[in-house]
């Protein structure tokens, strides 16, 4: 069954300290991946997505994320972290391609020190 | 940009009521989804529809009902709510044409107490 794994429940940095989240995937076929951000309160603002070519992926607020086939990982970085930054942040991978379905991992809650 | 409208952020209801949490998206999506999230379980599939007057059940559908009988709209609906459905709603639409990516409203937050 397709799954999406978030090992890391809450990530403490420092602001202007790099930033890393993983994300592992299961997956059969060649797999759409996303990244989300939850702030408090809020809905879900998508980051980044890949869907083919280049492995390395940009996103929005400066973030970046690998796609990786034989570590079946999707990890999100970013080289300095904001105080803005502080939130939920989800990985998603599609599991239908007509239909969009997407499967959540639990989430990885960041929190910036200054 | 594409809007995702759910029109009610938060909700408290009784026990045994019937709740409806509505959601519009104005970009002519024809994907829908309903999602719950809960703290530690990520977001859980309720319900999905690909087009106007279908529906699919997602991974944990028990205990709620959808209709979608317009393509912009698509509506959840809780038949006799309980203390375990209290939650965060989310909605979200997609489409073929907008490259597979996936647009989330901003929730509704249900209590039912």
Same mark, same amino acid.
């Given at each position: 069954?397709?799954?999406?794994?978030?090992?890391?429940?809450?990530?403490?940095v420092?602001?202007?300290?790099?930033l890393e989240l993983r994300c592992n995937y299961s997956y059969g076929a060649t797999p759409y991946l996303f990244w989300y951000v939850q702030s408090?309160?809020?809905?879900?603002?998508?980051?980044?997505?890949?869907?083919?070519?280049?492995?390395?992926?940009?996103?929005?607020?400066?973030?970046?994320?690998?796609?990786?086939?034989?570590q079946s990982s999707f990890n999100l970085r970013k080289p300095s972290v904001h105080w803005s930054d502080a939130a939920e942040y989800f990985c998603?991978?599609?599991?239908?391609?007509?239909?969009?379905k997407l499967i959540f991992g639990t989430g990885t809650r960041l929190q910036v020190f200054p | 940009d594409v809007k995702v409208t759910q029109s009610s952020r938060y909700?408290?209801?009784?026990?045994?009521?019937?709740?409806?949490?509505?959601?519009?998206q104005d970009m002519d999506h024809e994907n829908m989804f309903w999602y719950r999230q809960d703290p530690g379980l990520g977001l859980r599939l309720i319900y999905f529809s690909y087009d106007v007057k279908m529906k699919e059940k997602g991974d944990i559908p028990e205990g709620y009902s959808v209709s979608r009988e317009k393509k912009e709209r698509f509506s959840l609906i809780l038949? &006799?709510?309980?203390?375990?459905? #209290?939650?965060?709603?989310?909605?979200?639409?997609? &489409?073929?044409?907008s490259g597979n #990516?996936?647009?989330?409203g901003e929730g509704s937050w249900l209590t039912v107490v």
């Open positions: 069954a397709q799954s999406v794994t978030q090992p890391d429940i809450h990530i403490t420092s602001e202007g300290a790099s408090p309160g809020q809905g879900l603002q998508l980051l980044l997505k890949y869907f083919s070519g280049d492995t390395l992926v940009q996103g929005i607020k400066g973030f970046e994320a690998e796609f990786k086939r034989s998603a991978v599609v599991t239908s391609y007509n239909t969009d | 909700l408290v209801k009784r026990t045994g009521e019937k709740v409806f949490l509505e959601c519009v038949e &006799s709510a309980s203390t375990n459905q #209290t939650s965060m709603y989310l909605c979200a639409s997609s &489409s073929r044409h #990516t996936i647009y989330f």
